[in-house]
């Protein structure tokens, strides 16, 4: 459940540009998302940001990044099968020996030796899976502890969860310590993006709408089309847009 909130954590504080205001048509379950989202950013300036402050403040630039490394040494495990269901033959086979050079030759990913040879970091989990498959993401939710997600995303999370190699190690308390750890790291990680939170007219807008637009380019693969239709699959079946047209149209035929 930790590392499953430390991954949220990810979107709910990315940059990027972001509208302001109610009434988004991704959004119909505004009125419920809005008090889950004020709970949720309670209990982070309260526990999770002095937290991550702290651990920034008392470890070494150097111990901080190989903590890092190890944990998205992990994620290129999930990267890697997710790749393969959305058939990136090539791109799984080099994300899956990414981890094979840095769980060896990088101890356990300590280093990030595989990029260092040239094999770039891929970013894909099973939700992009579902969206790659053309599974639309429905409403957005704010889920309460885990934060903003969309129906799609979801049940992306539960297709990842078993590829998540920590649930496997027997050991109940090193496993909630090591999950722990990762959500620590991770937001720490994160520091750096709580100014343009804290600046933002309605944080929620923000927070929701750079959710969406990181969603989106992810499912796209950093190219998404100009206008896409997240919400409603219908689409119009009459290009004539009022009367007039309609009648500018009969005219000309």
Known sequence: MKKLLGLILCSLFISGCASVGNGNP???????????????????????????KGYKAITPDPVEKGV????????????????LLQGKVKQSGSDLLRVVINSTVGLVGIFDVASSWGLEKHDEDFGQT?????????????LPFLGPSDFRDVWGIAGDYPLNPVRYHDDVSERNSISGMRLIDK????LQFDSQLDEAIDEYA????????????????????EEDDWFNDDELEDDCVDAEDCDAEEDIE
């Open 130 to 142: 579902l969206g790659y498959w053309g599974f639309k993401p429905g409403p957005y939710v704010m």
């Open 187 to 190: 937001r720490a990680s994160l």
């Open 68 to 83: 890092s490394n190890i944990f998205e040494n992990l994620d290129d495990i999930i990267t890697s099968v997710n790749g």
């Open 206 to 225: 923000f927070v929701r709408d750079a959710f969406l637009q990181n969603r989106q380019y992810k499912v796209f693969d950093g190219n998404p089309p």
């Open 26 to 52: 991704q959004d119909p379950l505004e009125n419920i998302n809005r008090p889950i989202y004020k709970f949720n950013r309670g209990l982070d300036k309260v526990i999770l940001r002095p937290m991550a």
